[in-house]
T-cell receptor, first 114, second 112 residues
Framework: AQSVTQLDSHVSVSEGTPVLLRCNYS??????LFWYVQHPNKGLQLLLK??????LVKGINGFEAEFKKSETSFHLTKPSAHMSDAAEYFC????????????FGSGTRLSIRP | DSGVTQTPKHLITATGQRVTLRCSPR?????VYWYQQSLDQGLQFLIQ???????AKGNILERFSAQQFPDLHSELNLSSLELGDSALYFC???????????FGQGTRLTVV
């Protein structure tokens, strides 16, 4: 069985400061991990993905995430927050089974203070 | 543009009615997923189809059903609608195992 836990439902940072959104996962298979972003009243957009290549993954808009197998974590970071980063972020795990089910975390709402 | 098309974008209907939501996956993608997103429940996985066959089932009510057709488009049928069914319904598609899913813009359903 697989699952994903986003440890914070809401994160608030000041513009220009670092962002850290935390995600822990469990999977019976070698998982693929993703981060998606959803801006208000918009669909979900893929930020980045990990599929067993490099453990440090760079995504769009300056975001990156590091896969740490020993900690079963896939935290999302950005060195300097921008007002346009305010959105809902979802950590996602997909196993390699034939069903290839995609499991979403409950989401983290990121707010940016001016 | 993700390449996944959902129609209609908005739908307003009365309680007790039935609606059909349509999804066209990205060209070449065999997997289609349906999700419901509401304010109180967050993003809930409903059902997945792969090349016409049901692959996984999530929190889908018995009043809801879905299918994937030979041309790979999918439809989600919602019947005996209740006020609580008001939500954003997303369709996503992927090409297979361990690949990312691409999402449509969603259908916003309002039941009055």
């Amino acid at each position: 069985a697989q699952s994903v836990t986003q440890l914070d439902s809401h994160v608030s940072v000041s513009e220009g400061t670092p962002v850290l959104l935390r995600c822990n996962y469990s999977s019976s298979y070698s998982p693929s991990l993703f981060w998606y972003v959803q801006h208000p009243n918009k669909g979900l957009q893929l930020l980045l993905k990990y599929t067993s290549a490099a453990t440090l993954v760079k995504g769009i808009n300056g975001f990156e995430a590091e896969f740490k197998k020993s900690e079963t974590s896939f935290h999302l970071t950005k060195p300097s927050a921008h007002m346009s980063d305010a959105a809902e972020y979802f950590c996602v795990v997909s196993d390699g089974s034939s069903a290839s089910k995609i499991i979403f975390g409950s989401g983290t709402r990121l707010s940016i203070r001016p | 543009d993700s390449g996944v098309t959902q129609t209609p974008k908005h739908l307003i209907t009365a309680t007790g009615q039935r609606v059909t939501l349509r999804c066209s996956p990205r060209s070449g993608d065999l997997s289609v997923y349906w999700y419901q997103q509401s304010l109180d429940q967050g993003l809930q996985f409903l059902i997945q189809y792969y090349n016409g066959e049901e692959r996984a089932k999530g929190n889908i009510l018995e009043r809801f059903s879905a299918q994937q057709f030979p041309d790979l488009h999918s439809e989600l049928n919602l019947s005996s609608l209740e006020l609580g069914d008001s939500a954003l319904y997303f369709c996503a598609s992927s090409s297979g195992a361990n690949t990312e899913a691409f999402f449509g813009q969603g259908t916003r359903l309002t039941v009055v």
